[in-house]
């Protein structure tokens, strides 16, 4: 019987300690293959930059005594997918996994997530996939800090990918999402929850910034903790300090009657 291949991927990029955290983990189920972004690619998306130059440099990472053949690809987290199913691996994986994230993706805010985009990508390919994000400070988003403690966040990538991996899941259910709340451990319960229909990360600027001189949106966490759902992603990890699985689709289609929609567009 073939061991099960996983491909392991991130928006943080190649070097990032959560994406080890996630290969010693995942280590222990199937042979990992890892695909990830040369730099830096938060907040991509599902993006398909046409200015990624798409090489692929095989390196070598000394992680916890041993050595990892890994690709780092010029390209997006999507991207990165793409290269490995399509030019690295030999076979189709069984499984491809995104993350650890630093930061946890909730609401709203999951399709500008590099982390959720690189899983959307892997099931566009009809393969099971798994976005694993830790909920940190915001200083920490974009860092590759040590201070953060993936061991939990990694116990439950593991956890949820053997289900991916021994389950025969509905076409429908084979993406998900994962956020584990900050200071988890492996006996942490979790929950199934639906995407908040509230925002989470909320967009600010300086207004009379001048416009001819650079100026990024910066972002901060704007939730309204009273008004949220309790069956929701942010409810879940935010008020139960539980973890948060979602089930995601890439179906958009709006959730109404298409007949009585066309009605309503004709009157």
Known sequence: MLKKQILLTNDDGIQSPGLWAAAEALSEIGYVTVAAP??????????????????????????????????????SPAQSVQHGILRILDRKPDLVVSGINYGENLALGVSVSGTVGAAMEAAAFRIPALAVSLETDKEHHLSYSNEIDFSAAAYFAALFARQLLDKEFPAQSCLMKVDVPRGATQKTPWRMARLSPNPYYRPIANKEHPWDEPHLIDYEVGADWDKEPEDTDVYVMHKRHEVAVTPLTLDFTAQVDLEEFGDFLRK
Do not use: C, F, L
């Not at 907040?43 to 690709?71: C, F, L």
């Open 38 to 75: 040369r730099e830096q690619s938060s907040a991509m998306g599902r993006s398909m930059p046409i200015t990624s130059d798409g090489t692929i440099k095989e390196e070598t990472v000394h992680v916890n005594g041993q050595d990892w053949q890994v690709y780092a690809v010029g390209g």
